[in-house]
């Protein structure tokens, strides 16, 4: 169903390699930890070689080791720069607040994104995304990612990201936890539609289209527009937020949206085994409109999930006020933060 909708919507508008780590010393945005870019070289099909990486940014509680490092996947249209927005980062930040509580962080521009590499954009799908995180976290599992082993890794997308980070469980074993946020298995019709009026080539971008191969017209991005329109409830953001969003958009490819409905095929919810939580804004015109998901408490949202896991150990679930779908970019993102880091301490 979500493969339909959002492509009508559209219509309308191998693991473990070496890596290169290059020490930042302690980040003036993240003084509580030490960061690190590292570029982690990736296969994006099985039985090809490593031959793309995935950029991020590897930080770690100063003063203290971690064990666990949660990997955050930004969703379509966004990079890394979602969870670690360029403004008032103390509030901001999911970054700093999981650094400051404890848990390393590995930052990262998925496939075809950002610092990343850019292949053609029929290779990147949500597969070729799903593989390439589950090498990320393999290692960061055996300390090929930087200065030691992390014992477990948490998965934690948005939107899009979110669908990547399901599949990567599913399919590789990628997660010792799952965290899901402006997501759940219901995505609304009307919201889709509206998302969908948006399409713009990144050839009317000069800064993505210098990024992507040059003629892929298979590389696109949203107008500026969707921002307040889709991402958000406009009362419970800072309009200097919005702006800034904007300036910072990103690509996603068609054969993302295309392969999207993979994620809710048969089998692949099932054969997760790990804890999941669900983070949605109450204001999400994408998951929680009266033709989506049952958003009126956590308790609600949670029931409807559930059934679709029977082999997790628990499914939770978080519903935020005054909260649209780009979650972090809120007013009250903060208060999301802590709901997410109490789960996760109690939940791995």
Known sequence: MLHRILLAATAAGLLAGSVTATPAGADAS???????????????????????RIWGQL????????????????????????????????????????????????????????????PASEEVTLQSNALTIA?????????????????EVVLVGHSFGSEVAKFA?????????????????????????????????????????????????????????????????VPGADPQVIARDSATKETNTMSELFSLGDAGAPGVTEAIRVPVLFVVGKRDRLVCAADANDCTSPAALAADERPLYPAAPRVDAVVLDDVGHAINLHRRAPAAYTKVLNWLDRSI
């Open 135 to 151: 090498q990320v976290a393999q290692a960061l599992r055996t300390g090929k990612a930087g200065p030691r082993a992390f014992a």
């Open 59 to 118: 930080c770690t509680p100063a003063g203290r080791a971690a064990s666990t490092v949660q990997v955050l996947i930004h969703g379509l249209n966004y990079s890394h720069v979602y969870w670690n927005f360029p403004y008032r980062t103390h509030h901001y930040s999911y970054v700093k607040r999981a650094n400051q509580a404890g848990y390393a962080t590995f930052n990262l521009d998925r496939i075809g994104v950002g610092r990343s590499s850019h």
């Open 169 to 233: 469980a599913s399919r590789f074993q990628a997660a010792d936890a799952l965290i899901l946020t402006g997501n759940a298995h219901r995505v609304s019709p009307s919201g889709a539609e509206l998302a969908g009026r948006y399409g713009q080539p990144v050839s009317e971008v000069p800064r993505l289209a210098a990024q992507v191969p040059p003629g892929d017209d298979g590389y696109v991005t949203v107008k500026d527009e969707q921002r307040p329109a889709v991402m958000y409830y």
């Open 30 to 52: 993240t003084p509580a930890a030490r960061c690190r870019d590292v570029t982690v070289p990736v296969s994006i099909a099985a039985g090809q070689p490593r031959s793309h």
